[in-house]
């Protein structure tokens, strides 16, 4: 995925930067590309994100995710 090859997941800003994008495309991935246009899809990806900042466990998940996909 060339969205996340060049993103070193331990590092906090690069997280910080990649993780809303990312969101974005495995939502995407998972209801297609339609989804974009429907109009809960911003709001969604935004809980998902906020949810992602504050949940510890989730951070980590997010990194595992990003090393499996980068392998």
């Known amino acids: ?3 996340i090859s ?3 997941a331990t590092d906090e800003a690069a997280l ?3 993780r809303r994008p990312l969101l ?3 939502i995407l991935w998972e209801f297609g590309s339609d989804f974009r246009q429907h109009p809960e899809f911003a709001g ?3 809980e998902v994100d906020q949810a ?3 949940d ?3 951070r980590e998940r997010l990194v595992r995710l990003i090393h499996q996909l980068q392998k």
């Open 1 to 3: 995925m060339a969205l």
């Open 16 to 18: 910080r930067t990649i």
């Open 44 to 46: 969604m990806v935004e």
């Open 6 to 8: 060049p993103i070193n």
């Open 52 to 54: 992602l900042e504050v």
């Open 24 to 26: 974005q495309e495995v």
């Open 56 to 58: 510890p466990q989730a």
